[in-house]
């Protein structure tokens, strides 16, 4: 069995990412493994795992776009801004049109502040765990992009003030949904944390073409209530047919997916140049390097069509490798 692949998986709310793609590794008996960007316990969706010797890919892979549904509690900040952490804040309800004024403000380009319950790294150990030593941690805002924020469904008090929201949102890569939840909140002046995440996207990789995606219940405002605390045993599910019928190669129709060029080696003895890592010469390749837009990333594929590598003519019209598949 050719174990270098894509896989599109389904996590369910409950294991951990990490656990989550044991499935895989015991589908396709292998440990090269790797994912492309985390989900955290509490959250669903899309994970896109590498295997074999495309996890080089994953790298890559975590640069792209994200899309997420995610629903709101409003009322109470917790200190993890998720469900299962203790509530430090508590206000009044917003307004619809409160909410719809701070999710539109929420839109662009923005600066974030991470949250200090996560596992980027201070001085080499995770944030997450030095809060939890007692330490403080000064967490510095950084620039992120949300492409789109759009609210879906509304869940109002008896009074007609808002207690949940379900909101759509594409964002780059780095944007912490938690944050946005925390920061919409206030912005419509209450507090709120998130009750319940689900990635549907990443990239142009769906979660509707995942394995596990039907055992995914639909996301909706009352199905995450309702789902609160139940999690999901995924060690109980076999899912290793789907896996394997499902698994991607890294093919010029998935090179497209991930949005890359293809270019192509014009003989074995450039096949061998490239594998080798020699000078990219335009000689070796069936198009012009020097006429390729700047700042393009391109899947190279041997004379016999076989993926060899990525590489990358940047903002300098400098053409370089960005890796090598041996």
Do not use: W
């Not at 409160?98 to 539109?104: P, R, S, T, Y």
């Not at 061998?272 to 837009?293: A, E, M, Q, V, W």
Request: some cysteine; charged content about 25%.
């Amino acid at each position: 069995m050719n174990k270098d692949g894509i896989i599109l998986f389904a996590k369910p709310k409950g294991p951990t990412s990490f656990n989550s793609i044991s499935a895989i590794k015991r589908a396709l008996d292998t440990t090269k493994v790797g994912h492309t960007g985390t989900l955290d316990s509490f959250a669903q969706g899309l994970l896109v795992v590498c295997t074999g010797r495309l996890t080089k890919l994953a790298g890559n892979i975590i640069e792209f776009d994200k899309s997420y549904s995610a629903v709101i509690k409003f009322g109470e900040e917790t200190d993890t801004l998720e469900y299962t952490g203790n509530v430090v804040k508590t206000s009044a309800l917003p307004s619809l049109k409160n909410l719809e004024e701070a999710v539109k403000a929420f839109t662009g380009k923005i600066m974030q502040t991470p949250p200090v319950f996560s596992a980027i790294h201070i001085n080499g150990k995770r944030a997450s765990d030095l809060i939890r030593q007692g330490q403080e941690v000064q967490m510095e805002s950084r620039e992120v992009q949300i492409h789109s924020a759009d609210i879906k469904e509304t869940k109002l008090s008896a009074d007609g003030l808002v207690e949940y929201a379900l909101i759509d949102f594409n964002v780059s890569k780095g944007t912490y949904i938690r944050c946005l939840a925390r920061d919409i909140a206030q912005k419509a002046g209450s507090t709120g944390h998130l009750l319940g995440l689900y990635r549907t996207k990443v990239g142009n990789f769906n979660i509707e073409d995942a394995a596990g995606f039907n055992l995914l219940e639909p996301f909706t405002i009352d199905s995450v209530i309702k789902n609160r605390d139940i999690d999901i045993d995924s060690r109980t599910i076999d899912l290793t047919d789907e896996i394997i019928n499902k698994m991607k190669t890294f093919d010029e129709e998935a090179a497209r997916l991930c949005g890359f060029s293809i270019i192509h080696l014009n003989s074995l003895q450039a096949d061998d140049d490239f594998r080798n890592g020699r000078p990219l010469r335009s000689k070796n390749f069936d198009t012009n390097l020097y006429t390729i837009p700047e700042n393009t990333m391109l899947a190279v594929y041997t004379s016999e069509n076989d993926f060899a590598g990525l590489i990358e003519k940047n903002q300098e019209k400098r053409i370089k490798y960005k890796m090598v598949i041996n």
